[in-house]
């Protein structure tokens, strides 16, 4: 495991004359998260009779809903209502699609199930538990048809068809051409391409979505809760959906939220759904979202499968790119994808000076969840094609990577750099911050390291990345998905309205209001350092508030906490908001203290002439005179109680005729190179160093600064050796539990060193630009050109775990040997399920015989089973509750004996299904007097699983599959007086009932 | 050993952070669901609901205790400490909360209450502790913010100052 060196506490920057901007002061926000008084949603408290709803889900990846029987949840005491897809449809309309194309996207199942954990119904009760209680009682019939998940696959001859609007699974498919790259590739000495499956991933944040939704029938009117982090333009969606004009749809966002990492943004379909559960059921509803719906069906960053090919020049000078990228947005084109694609438009050419480009960007969808906001946003997928092509272009022509990237950087005196794609890249100094990295980081020294390990034998590599950080989106980059007749069709969008208020109340304090919606970023401190500096007050005097609240506050559609777009935009517009207000207090002060108005200075709580400090005036009497004495005020000031500044920078165009956009305004800077080892026996890839050098301008709060770089770094690091939403052929979602998606811990994750350089941003109020997503942008492409290098491999994919390793190290894995039990057939990816074990139960094979063919002996062995019912001599039927883990749910089990020979053997064949799940087992099962008058019973079962239960995992499943087939035997011996059992197996009948789908029985 | 009517609520009655406590529950009720709906303490907080993410730790009759792995009804007569009992009052911090803020070791503060429950056992068994025994016992704990370094820096820190008597050892 990776050790980090722990360096000596950073001291904490709390006095002094220096500006409070730039220091690392100590965070407003922490003392009540330290003492257990955080106000998260679900730690508020609701208005009485507010009701719970949980929501069923499909456990089929695609499947027609044949009927929804609710009946007997609805009669479960305490169930206020019951929503089906039909219910939802009767209060909303279809959420907005981001292209034009005849499909409609709702936030539940209509007739359709098309991913695994789609809503399929709403049940709203008294509370949780006991809505959950109803949930097992409806029986939703399904007819599944052909799942396709590969985005790839989607796309081929004969594939499932998700939408019937979007032909052959293609959504979008636009060409874009800059420059002559036709002329640039066919004199080019040298065309590299590399083709990369980027992978599912998501940054998961620790609290899960939360929503508490009310209707006020009178006025036909919506207010709503929700850890919600933005953009704000989704709240025109959700009131569109709600079918309210946006004044009445009240969005509020609680003061505190556990992480988002734009998976927050997700939350907004079901905001529509606990919104119209509230309307319907007449009173408040809240939903707080547990962790297997989370990873199973909140949202995903989008999978991508690139294909990238490069004209290149004999000394390594990239000449032109030729892009064709396929995006996979899951079951839904859901607002606002597909932006992922499209952020990094103007960025495609990374760092480097690269004046043709050819781009062919499809949409597809697969019957996965559906996509949206996701840390880096675009920029991994695309780093990982780009960077891995630079490494492979240094390859094949025998140059150092690093060569490479410094033969294609940006000149130093080219800023603002209007990119082939049309971004306008801020300032920087690429040459100079590589420079610095490479000596402060010491790579001399790591290549020795290199040299010594591999003199030892030993898998050692190092990987470079040079990436370009974009932050602060231009709200008009995803219309580049419109060709330009469509766009001025639609009228242009663009933009990136930021909001600040700062108000003076009548004692004269300072409070601070912003639409920025932090989640953990600590956005309360920096802006009170940042106004703090303006009204030469401390930053204890200056309150902020950022919870939102769209019927009093001052929003726009780019409110919220995405693209990076806090220190750059949002800081920076409460700065001149300040500046506003303190312009108009100068010229109060001035008309007090008798000087120009050009001499006043703010300083130590006081007003005071530059010229003259003593003369002066308390700062808080200035400021509270708007409200004790407006009629004293020179007649030009105005009032001084509250300022409101919309920002928005001129820089962000619409796209232009040619598809030009300049997708960003800022554009931060970061060269990181690493040294891994991989360890020969485990295949572990262990992180020696890691440099990473970030200009992202005027840095506001170091301390944060770092925090946000170390933040991504992990999360990074977690995507490219651990993490994967990984999915079945058949659609089933494979990593439902956190013990099966792998988050990286403290063992895991080194500390990276961290270099800066500061070159401000010309367009920005402060000089900043954003840094929380460059790591998640260059680390997985950094770390796997690392890898690359130590397994001197050509194709990469991640993450980059053991048994992917060991394709490379040592070839791929032989099939299993022959022989064993013949398996019943079932369908490819389903999780398989064998076993077989021996079981000793008292009496002669004639009397256990005609147990295991009695109802209600079964009935009263089987883990979990309600009720058996025989419907020929051969045929059962039973319901039975089972959990695993996180997954409990009833299923209908229907099998039928073959082979019968008694008391001899018999073969059960037979399939359950439920909602959580379902699955088809075969089994054998021998009987043999042991000769004192017991009998030895053999078996052997062949099990298949899918759906939602699968997601559990193996380990969870093999270890509670044994622990059903013990109670089962146990059971069964009991029953029959006595007795034991041997092997871990499963049970012959209760192969059917439960086993053939399933897990540990819960009562 | 008791059973209990599965569609009846008990009384349940136990010691959080030094006073006694009384609620109803449901059999199935998880404590981490008790402590904070029934009681308040909303402090605790639920990352995962199967053992994994660490949010919900608390200590149970002087052992760490994953709440959302444990029912309600288990703990009758139990001395419980969450995170409401670390600060010695309401405005003042203790000496590992301190750390906390000091070195940025939280940031959106979800995961954090587990995380400092975890340390404050730990450091009362092991006063004079090493990274890698920090980063071992944290291992089981989920944060996507911090990047875990200034988690274990704060702990640290936290020792040394404990260890050291001299120190003021609160402030607000």
Known sequence: ?1003 | MTRLNSNARHAVRFTLNGKPVEAEAEPRMLLSDFLRHQLGATGTHVGCEHGVCGACTVIVDGMLTRSCLTLAAQVDGCEIRTVEGLAPSADRLGVLQQAFRRNHALQCGFCTAGILMSLDHYLGENPAPTEAGIRDLLSGHLCRCTGYTPIIQAALEAAAQLASPTKETSDA
């Open chain 1, 1 to 1003: 495991m990776v050790q980090a060196a722990v360096k000596p506490a950073s001291s904490v920057d709390q006095s002094g004359d220096r500006p409070w901007v730039g220091r690392s002061i100590e965070r407003v926000e922490d003392a009540a998260l330290l003492s257990g008084r955080g106000r998260f949603i679900d730690d508020l408290g609701v208005q009485p009779g507010t009701l719970h709803a949980t929501i069923l889900r499909s456990p089929h990846a695609h499947a027609d809903v044949l009927s929804i029987d609710t009946e007997a949840a609805r009669r479960l005491p305490g169930v206020a209502a019951v929503l089906t897809g039909r219910d939802v449809k009767a209060v909303t309309t279809s959420l907005v699609v981001g292209v034009k194309a005849p499909v409609e996207c709702w936030p539940i199942a209509m007739d359709r199930v098309r991913y695994v954990g789609e809503p399929v119904a709403v049940i709203v009760a008294t509370d949780r538990a006991r809505a959950e209680d109803a949930a097992e009682l409806i029986n939703v019939e399904y007819r599944p048809r052909g799942a396709v998940v590969d985005p790839l696959g989607a796309l081929a001859s004969g594939a499932p068809v998700l939408h019937d609007g979007f032909p052959g699974n293609l959504a979008s498919d636009r060409a874009f051409r800059y420059g002559d790259p036709e002329k640039a590739f066919a004199e080019a000495p040298h065309r590299f391409s590399i083709d990369i499956k980027y992978p599912r991933n998501s940054c998961t944040p620790i609290e899960t979505y939360g929503v508490i939704a009310s209707h006020d029938a009178g006025e036909d009117a919506f207010e709503v809760l929700a850890n919600f982090q933005g953009p704000f333009s989704i709240h025109t969606v959700i009131a569109r959906a709600l079918k309210v004009p946006g004044n009445r749809l009240r969005l509020r966002t609680p003061p505190d939220s556990g992480g988002s990492f734009g998976v927050k943004q997700g939350v907004f379909p079901y905001i529509v759904l606990i919104a119209a559960a509230a309307r319907v059921a007449g009173k408040p509803v809240k939903w707080i979202e547990d962790r297997l719906e989370h990873l199973t069906a909140s949202v995903s960053a989008t999978n991508r499968a690139t294909t990238l090919s490069a004209a290149v020049a004999a000394d390594g000078k990239i000449l032109a790119f030729d892009w064709d990228q396929v995006e996979d947005c899951g079951a839904h084109l859901r607002a606002p994808e597909p932006a992922t694609l499209y952020r990094m438009h103007g960025n495609l050419t990374g760092a480097y000076d690269i004046r043709h480009v050819k781009i062919r960007n499809r949409v597809v969808v697969t019957n996965k969840t559906p996509t949206g906001l996701n840390r880096g946003f675009g920029g991994p997928q695309v780093y990982f094609a780009l960077e891995r092509l630079v490494q492979r272009i240094a390859i094949g022509l025998g140059l150092d990577p690093l060569v490479v990237i410094k033969r294609n950087l940006i000149d130093a005196g080219a800023f603002p750099y209007r990119t082939a794609t049309g971004a306008l890249l801020d300032s920087g100094n690429y040459q100079e911050a590589i420079v610095r990295a490479v000596e402060q980081g010491r790579l001399a020294e790591l290549k020795s390291r290199r040299d010594a390990a591999r003199a030892e034998g030993r898998l050692y590599g190092i990987g470079f990345t040079a990436v370009v950080e974009p932050s602060v989106s231009n709200m008009g980059y995803i219309t580049t998905v419109l060709t330009a007749a469509e766009r001025r069709k639609a009228g242009p969008k663009n933009g990136a309205q930021a909001t600040a208020t700062v108000g003076l109340d009548p004692v004269g304090s300072v409070t601070v209001h912003v639409a920025s919606v932090p989640q953990g970023q600590g956005h309360r401190t920096v802006l009170s350092q940042v106004v703090a500096d303006v009204f030469g007050l401390q930053p204890g005097d200056i309150r902020v508030n950022t919870e939102i609240d769209t019927a009093k506050d001052a929003w726009s559609i780019a409110s919220g906490n995405y693209a990076s777009r806090f220190a750059a935009a949002v800081a920076g517009t409460a700065k001149l908001a300040a500046e506003r207000v303190a312009g108009r207090l100068a010229r109060i002060a001035a008309g007090q203290l008798n000087v120009e108005a050009g001499d006043i200075v703010f300083a130590k709580g006081f007003v005071a002439s530059k010229h003259n400090p003593e003369n002066r005036i308390a700062f808080s009497r200035v400021a509270a005179l708007s409200h004790w004495s407006p009629g004293s005020l020179p007649d030009d000031a105005g009032q001084t109680i509250r300022e409101t500044v919309f920002w928005t920078p001129p820089e962000l165009t619409p796209p232009d005729e040619d598809d030009r956009i300049n997708s960003s305004l800022c554009h931060g800077f970061i060269f990181d190179f690493c040294g891994v080892e991989i360890d020969r026996v485990t295949l572990e890839t262990r992180i020696d160093r890691y440099v990473t050098m970030h200009d992202c301008g005027t840095i506001l709060h170091p301390g944060m600064v770092n925090g946000q770089i170390r933040g991504g770094f992990a999360q990074a690091l977690g995507a490219a050796l651990y993490e994967e939403y990984a999915y079945a052929d058949d659609g089933s979602f494979l990593t439902g539990t956190l013990a099966d998606y792998l988050l990286p811990t403290t063992t895991e994750v080194p500390e990276p060193e961290i270099f800066h350089m500061e070159t401000p941003s010309p367009f920005t109020p402060l000089g900043a630009k954003g840094v929380g997503e460059g790591n998640c942008m260059s680390t997985p492409v950094c770390l796997a050109n690392a890898v690359a290098d130590a397994l001197g491999v050509a194709d990469i994919t991640l993450p980059l775990v053991p048994a992917r390793l060991a394709e490379f190290v040592r070839g791929a894995e032989p099939p299993p040997p022959a022989g064993g039990v013949t398996a019943a057939p079932m369908r490819e990816g389903d999780r398989r399920l064998r076993g077989e074990g021996q079981a000793a139960v008292k009496g002669v094979p004639e009397q256990v015989w005609a147990m295991l063919l009695d109802p209600a002996t079964l009935q009263s062995v089987i883990p979990g089973c309600q009720r058996v019912d025989k419907v020929t001599d051969t045929h059962f039927r039973a319901d039975v509750t089972l959990g695993i883990g996180p997954v409990t749910g009833r299923y209908r089990a229907d099998v039928e004996l073959f082979d019968l020979d008694p008391p001899h053997a018999v073969t059960l064949r037979g399939g359950a299904t439920g909602a959580l799940g379902f699955g088809s087992a075969e089994g054998r099962i021998t009987l043999a007097p042991d000769g004192q008058g017991g009998t030895t019973l053999t078996y052997s079962y062949d099990a298949a699983i899918g759906g939602k239960v699968a997601s559990i995992g193996g380990r969870l499943l093999d270890g509670a599959t044994r622990v059903i087939i013990g109670q089962f035997f146990t059971a069964l011996a009991r029953k029959a007086g006595g007795g034991g059992t041997t092997g871990s197996g499963f049970s012959l009948f209760a192969v059917l009932a439960k086993l053939s789908s399933l897990f540990g029985g819960r009562r």
